[in-house]
């Protein structure tokens, strides 16, 4: 699935695409892609065309939220969560700084360990 959502993400050249490893903090997903798109009408076909990759994969949305405004649509596949969003609310929600709280620490902790 991470491979449909990734190839979708590419072909409507949807920028700043990341992946976060979120297995061991939720239950909810093992991986949620987040990615930005120019204008409300590209958010909208970038998630669209998610939906259409998944769907070729076998895999039907269990949920899509946002369209209607286009700003941040988020399209759930189950174990993959995808999160398309203007660059403007990404920035304000900041989803990566969420999910990522404590890696960054983690890490340092075990290089000064290490060190």
Do not use: C, N
Not at 13 to 31: H, Q, Y
Not at 35 to 42: D, I, L, M, Q, W
Not at 87 to 99: A, K, M, N, S, V
């Amino acid at each position: 699935m991470r491979q449909s959502v990734v190839d979708a993400l590419d072909e409507l050249k949807a920028k700043d695409v990341r992946e976060i490893d979120v297995r061991g903090k939720t239950s909810i997903a093992d991986l949620l892609v987040i990615a930005s798109g120019t204008s409300a009408r590209h958010v909208k076909s970038i998630a669209d065309e998610v939906q259409k990759f998944a769907k070729k994969a076998g895999v039907h949305p269990l949920g899509v939220e946002g369209e209607g405004e286009g700003e941040w649509v988020l399209v759930d596949l189950g174990d993959v969560i995808v999160h398309v969003m203007l660059p403007r609310i990404r920035e304000f929600y900041g989803l990566e700084r969420l999910w990522t709280v404590g890696d960054r620490d983690e890490d340092e902790s075990e290089a000064a360990q290490a060190g």
